[in-house]
């Protein structure tokens, strides 16, 4: 047995000695061009009388679904006693999905155990900032760095591995269930955590330097000291940012280790033809997708509405566009390809309050989610459940179990009108010169999330949606736009975009400044390059290792309370801004593009520019409220680059992909589409209602 033969060690695997490498396969030959995009949906027959079954995969078969995501939180029944395995009843699922002509997305079960692992083994549970232990009743709670939940782990991935592995009914894996890195302060993930500082730092005088330990007596004299760094009892003040950044990387590192553990195991029974991937949530504060090495590729789950305002009257129905604006194009550059394994099929029972969705919505977001790329589209879960937590949760059928929810219906649409497109694809498409001149990237990565969400400085910063408003304006400009990572190749891009980038080295700018001296055009925002890698300030001026680059030194930083405007002009027109202003002082050969235009320090320069080598940098160092300045010094970098931009209203997003343009709006007002005399309209209307779609080919 595999879990015999290779007996894998939590710690020698983090310590990035794994004891054997898999690598993962290019994920494109998963999924067919010409399908477009595969639709499939979570049905969980451990809540259902058997005698439904059959009735049920029937149905999602007659919908046109074509896979079944199986055996997520069914660790229970597949092993209802230690060391006593039943797969029958699974057996009995996955044959009547190949009856019906379906396939089968298997999942490893670890995000629930059964009770009576709990019982005999209560460490398989983290434990809380207080020291309390969790125990069963939700997902996503397990001790994934105890050495005794790991052995189960294994021996229950090995088993599903070893019976599915060569099924040809079964396409792909998902393992776990949206990978939280939740924090865990057991006595197992104390171990772990100071076996990763070893590694990391090699000295514990490192360590003391890097955790700037000599402020409020908290040096070490060993590794054997350390403890997890522990807001719940330190309480705000006495946080150590550069110790709580390091907590995350290591929660991060050990949730990325878990799944590459999981995927090794299936690795090595499986078929090449099944892939293996997880289900991130769209915003994932703390698991950190690019941390994996042995997926396939990662997918994301998309929520949209949990009951905010969004943008305009109907805005509470239609969702926030933001949440699969940027997730599929995060999760599309982890692995190439991504597609969401979870999408919101009406109301949820976890909102703030739950409204229904304005008719068509869900077909919106399944159009948004393809727009993007997205290969695979399926949906929690078939069938509304009559129980549990979840009892108010929307399925894609009622509580009947028959008869189609509005969100069914969408989806059933959805379906009919992508086999409509699968007819008019044609293969080889070339993305338009229009476009490509306006090629994108925002670099963005986790950590600097983490750091500046931990010292915000204003209250008023949000630390998630300040880099994604820069997704919102490219999108709004019409630029197609990756969000890329450090080591991302730069030569295709016009424009790079690096907001609020805090953490940085000299290497990371040098690779900026090639990136403008061969031609890019480079704009660079306030907070960047502010820390080095540790957290730490620069023994220099603020920003000090892109002074040069900017062509200025940023005196000085200002933010406001709330209410109180300042106020920036630029070309004639004023901004307000609330939350961030850099004071810049510009050298010779800088140009001022907008300067602050009140507070004692009117007339100081809030956005510059100049040329380098072919390129331009460009540096705005004021976060307006509305964002318009920041979309107009970005539309004056396009055209600087030669290309055109367009000016979609804020919730109408416009892709291209495989020679399909398609647009949707999360707005409340129609929006007319400028569409070419060329156009042909394939799905939709030119004129894109709230929660419209329109599908043209040139
Ligand atoms: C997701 C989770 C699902 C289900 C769903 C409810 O976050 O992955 O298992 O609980 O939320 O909205």
């Known amino acids: ?143 994934i760095t105890n050495p005794s939940y790991r052995l189960f782990v294994e021996k229950i991935v090995t088993e599903l591995a070893k019976r599915y592995g060569k099924n040809k009914h079964v396409t792909g894996w998902q393992i776990d269930n949206e990978p939280p890195a939740i924090p865990d302060y057991s006595p197992s993930s104390q171990e772990t955590f100071r076996k990763w500082l070893k590694n990391r730092y090699k000295t514990i005088h490192a360590l003391n330097v890097a955790w700037g330990a000599a402020f409020w007596s908290q040096w070490f004299n060993s ?88 943008i305009g009257k109907l805005g509470f129905r239609l969702g926030d566009s933001k949440t699969i604006l940027f997730a599929s194009e995060f999760y599309k550059s982890v692995g190439g390809v991504s597609g969401v394994m979870e999408i919101q099929p009406g109301p949820v029972n976890w909102g703030s309050y739950n409204p229904l969705l304005l008719p068509g919505t869900v077909r919106m977001w399944l159009y948004h989610s393809f727009a993007a790329g997205g290969k695979l589209a399926c949906s929690y879960r078939f069938r509304q459940i009559l129980y549990s937590s979840e009892q108010y949760h929307a399925g894609i059928m009622l509580t009947d179990g028959v008869t189609a929810s509005p969100g069914g219906e969408d989806y059933m649409q959805f379906i009919k009108e992508i086999k409509g497109l699968r007819q008019q694809y044609k293969p080889g498409a070339k993305m338009p010169e229009k476009l490509t001149s306006r090629s994108t990237a925002i670099l963005w990565n986790l950590e600097n999330y983490w750091t500046i969400d931990r010292q915000k400085q204003t209250w008023q910063w949000n630390a998630w949606n300040y880099p994604v408003k820069f997704l919102e304006i490219t999108k709004a400009l019409g630029a197609p736009t990756d969000i890329i990572a450090e080591s991302a190749d730069l030569s295709r891009y016009k424009l790079l975009v690096v907001p609020a980038y805090e953490l940085a080295d000299s290497a990371l700018v040098k690779k900026w400044e090639n990136f403008v001296m061969k031609g890019g055009h480079l704009i660079i925002t306030c907070r960047t390059a502010t820390k080095d890698r540790n957290g730490h300030f620069w023994e220099g001026p603020i920003a000090a290792p892109v002074s040069g680059l900017i062509g200025a030194r940023v005196k000085a930083v200002d933010m406001l309370p709330p209410g109180n405007n300042g106020d920036v002009l630029m070309n004639s027109s ?125």
């Open 1 to 143: 047995m595999y879990y015999l033969k290779k007996s894998i060690s939590v710690f020698s695997v983090m310590l990035g000695m794994a004891v054997f490498t898999a690598t993962s396969q290019t994920p494109n030959r998963f999924f067919p061009d010409k399908e477009l995009v595969t639709t499939g949906i979570y049905y969980y027959p451990e809540h259902w009388n058997e005698s439904q079954w059959e009735r049920d995969i029937r149905k999602i078969s007659e919908m046109d679904f074509e896979f079944v995501h199986l055996a997520e939180f069914a660790w229970f029944k597949m092993e209802p006693a230690e060391g006593a395995y039943d797969f029958a009843w699974l057996d009995k699922v996955v044959d009547l999905c190949a009856k019906y002509n379906l396939k089968v997305v298997m999942c490893t079960p670890s995000a629930t155990t059964p009770v009576w692992m709990r019982i005999k083994y209560p460490e398989t549970f983290i434990m809380d900032g207080h020291y309390i232990r969790g125990e069963n009743g939700t997902r996503g709670l397990a001790s």
């Open 223 to 310: 590794f054997d000291e350390v403890i997890i760094p522990n807001t719940s009892l330190v309480g705000w003040w006495g946080n150590n940012p550069h110790a709580l950044l390091d907590f995350k990387r290591y929660l991060a590192d050990s949730q990325a280790e878990f799944l590459d553990f999981q995927a090794g195991i299936l690795r090595y029974y499986i078929s090449k033809d099944q892939y293996i991937t997880t289900n991130y949530t769209a915003i994932s504060t703390g698991a950190d997708a690019r941390r994996t090495q042995k997926l396939d590729f990662a997918t994301y789950t998309a929520y949209p509405n949990g009951g905010s305002d969004n």
């Open 574 to 698: 004023h901004y307000k801004w609330n939350n961030w202003a850099d004071l810049l002082e510009p050298v010779k050969n800088t140009e001022v593009l907008a300067s602050y235009d009140n507070q004692f320090y009117k007339g100081k320069a809030a956005v510059i520019k100049r040329k380098a080598g072919k390129g331009t940098v460009t540096y705005i160092g004021v976060d307006t409220d509305d964002s318009d300045l920041e979309k107009e010094v970005l539309r004056s970098s396009y055209q600087e680059a030669g290309a055109t931009t367009e000016d979609y209203p804020v919730g109408v997003y416009v892709y291209w992909r495989d020679g399909f343009n398609i647009a949707v709006n999360y707005s409340s007002e129609n929006y007319a589409m400028n569409l070419p005399a060329k156009a042909k309209i394939l799905v939709g209307e030119q004129v894109l209602k709230p929660a419209g779609v329109l599908v043209w080919s040139e």
